[in-house]
């Protein structure tokens, strides 16, 4: 079966958790392992394989897998919010352009109806291409986020 491998070269555990925070996932792991995910498919399921130097005991390993996830799935719930709030925002743009556009045809001076028909369309515009072209790059970021929050961990000594 296909999949995404990642390999994590771990001195020590110390290197998993943020060095301010013990109970948070170092950013630079989150990142590298979000990174590591750009350009494959989208639909492959994850694994992540953990080497260390020295044997992790089942309780670090616990550890390790619950930051990963919890991570992850901490990320997927802000990419939604934010998807959301981003939708919502240019629901409410398209829903003035429209508006915009039948004021327009029911004003009687033509420089105020070319105004508002410019206006109208700048709206409209802004609204739809934002729906068909960059609601997908949200869209491939929070599914991805939602892989690694499910992602399958292994771990092996060198």
Not at 6 to 30: G, M, R, S, Y
Not at 65 to 77: G, P, S
Request: with cysteine; aromatic share 16%; proline share 2%.
């Amino acid at each position: 079966m296909e999949k995404i491998s990642i390999q994590v070269f771990l001195k020590d555990f110390e290197e998993v958790t943020h060095p301010f925070n013990k109970d948070t996932l170092n950013p630079t792991l989150a990142n590298f392992l979000y990174e590591e995910c750009l350009g494959k498919r989208r639909n492959l399921p994850i694994e992540i394989q953990i080497l260390t130097k020295h044997r992790l005991n089942s309780k670090k390993q616990e550890e390790i897998t619950n930051l990963i996830h919890k991570h992850f799935q901490e990320e997927a719930k802000e990419e939604y919010n934010k998807t959301k709030i981003v939708f919502e925002f240019y629901f409410f743009t398209l829903i003035i352009g429209l508006f915009l556009i039948v004021f327009a045809l029911y004003t009687k001076s033509s420089f105020f109806k070319e105004i508002l028909t410019i206006l109208a369309w700048v709206a409209i515009w802004e609204a739809v291409s934002s729906f068909t072209f960059h609601q997908f790059k949200e869209s491939i970021k929070y599914h991805r986020m939602k892989q690694l929050s499910k992602a399958y961990l292994s771990f092996e000594t060198e």
